[in-house]
């Protein structure tokens, strides 16, 4: 019985030793650099998407209030071809991890300019399938993942709300073609929509607010 008490500390003092040396290993994640950020993006994407991320092109999109885990992963996806671009590679290529964090989060500081639809009869059915789907061709509503204002989820789904809907044409039209192919659940879901239905979605997507 005499050695129970002494094990029994050192067993504690071991364990106690391991949890310490576990909390100082564990590597510090260092918070994004707004200014840099800002000093980067002016650098490198200020000519296409705009000062502030709101980009005037429609071609090219609005990057302003978008979440930056979101941003985080296209960046890298362009740079890896996982996202197939030639001219976002490039531009991704310059970029560090920390360049793109801090870029992402900078933009994400950012308020959005809201945007306009244009069709009254192709919002209506954009509404429709925005809000309900296409229940015959098994087609989720767009709000259950992009929220019904089109805000997004943080990390997840990225914010639509004010798009520029040329922008979200080209897209869902590279999803459902193939050409975009870094998200299965978007080309599942684009390879059941028609011309009109994604001209009418993304047409509603631009006036959401």
Known sequence: MKLIAPLFIAAVVAATSV?????????????????????????????????DGNSG????????QQHPEYLVKQLQEFKSDKRSNA???????????????NISY???TKKAKPGTAKDKELVTLGERIYRG??????????????SPNG???????????????????????AFRDGVRKNSLQMTQIAAK???REIKAVADYVAGLR
């Open 19 to 51: 949890s310490a040396f576990a909390a100082e290993a564990k590597p510090t994640v260092a918070k994004p650099d707004l200014a840099k950020g800002e000093a980067s993006y002016g650098a490198v994407c200020a000519a296409c998407h705009g000062v």
């Open 57 to 64: 092109t429609p071609a090219y999109p609005k990057l302003s």
């Open 87 to 101: 001219i976002m590679k490039g531009f991704a290529s310059m970029l560090s991890d920390d360049d793109m964090k």
């Open 106 to 108: 900078w933009l994400a």
């Open 133 to 146: 789907g296409i229940a015959d061709r098994q087609v989720a509503a767009c709000a259950g993942c992009h």
């Open 151 to 173: 805000a997004g989820i943080p990390a997840q789904y990225p914010r639509l709300s004010g798009q520029h809907a040329d922008y979200a044409v080209a897209q869902l039209t």
């Open 193 to 195: 929509m028609n011309d």
